[in-house]
């Protein structure tokens, strides 16, 4: 196998893993789990950017368009909603449907074309809340750092991180099998800041929203 077909792999097994605790421990998040993106769309966003976007991340949205329904990522009126699921992962993000990437892309995160590194490409894919100001972006310029993710914010540079997309699965399944709460997580995994958000609170504590 190649590297990303081990890494799609890994994605793969571990989002399992999330899924069937979900079903157990929290079935309304799992119940709005929503369908799969399509390869056509996932063609159209990397031909709309001009990137390729790493194997384990195109897995993932082979399986589910996000980790909650589209309306939870609707702004304004999302963040409203009473019990929004899709930002059950660390630090209370929520990876967005391929529809908001674009959109996103636009934000703080191109904010790394810069007069000294244009050639930098970060696609962001989780955030904190649905505007999209603040979140995790997987980096997709060819070389080290493709494939790795890192965080974003809003009148802050890009902080490239070491962990891929996979290995981040991995560890918050590990965290949901095993019982332990987000604080636990290694360090590097956690890919962005935590704020003061009703959602975010309750899901601190390791176990997302029934």
Not at 34 to 62: C, H, I, K, N
Not at 181 to 210: A, D, K, M, Q, Y
Request: net charge negative; with cysteine.
């Amino acid at each position: 196998m190649t590297g990303d077909q081990v890494r799609a792999e890994q994605a793969l097994v571990a989002w399992t893993r999330i899924e069937t605790w979900l079903k157990e421990h929290a079935p309304r998040t799992f119940q709005r789990l929503p369908a799969p993106a399509t390869e056509g769309e996932l063609r159209s966003l990397e031909q709309g950017l001009d990137w390729t976007v790493p194997a384990d991340v195109r897995a993932f949205y082979l399986v589910r368009n996000g980790t909650g329904p589209a309306s939870d990522f609707d702004w304004p009126t999302s963040r409203y909603a009473p019990e929004p699921t899709g930002y059950f992962l660390p630090g209370g993000e929520g990876v967005g449907p391929l529809e908001n990437l674009g959109a996103w892309f636009e934000g703080p995160v191109a904010a790394a074309s810069l007069d000294d590194e244009p050639g930098q490409r970060y696609l962001p894919i989780t955030t904190i809340d649905p505007d999209g100001f603040s979140g995790g972006f997987v980096g997709c310029t060819p070389g080290q750092g493709y494939g790795l993710l890192g965080d974003y914010a809003e009148a802050e540079l890009p902080n490239p991180g070491e962990a891929t997309f996979a290995a981040y699965l991995t560890e918050v399944a590990n965290a949901l099998c095993e019982g332990r709460g987000w604080e636990s997580t290694p360090p590097g995994f956690s890919l962005v800041r935590r704020v003061s958000r009703p959602h975010v609170c309750r899901i601190r504590s390791g176990r997302p929203p029934g």
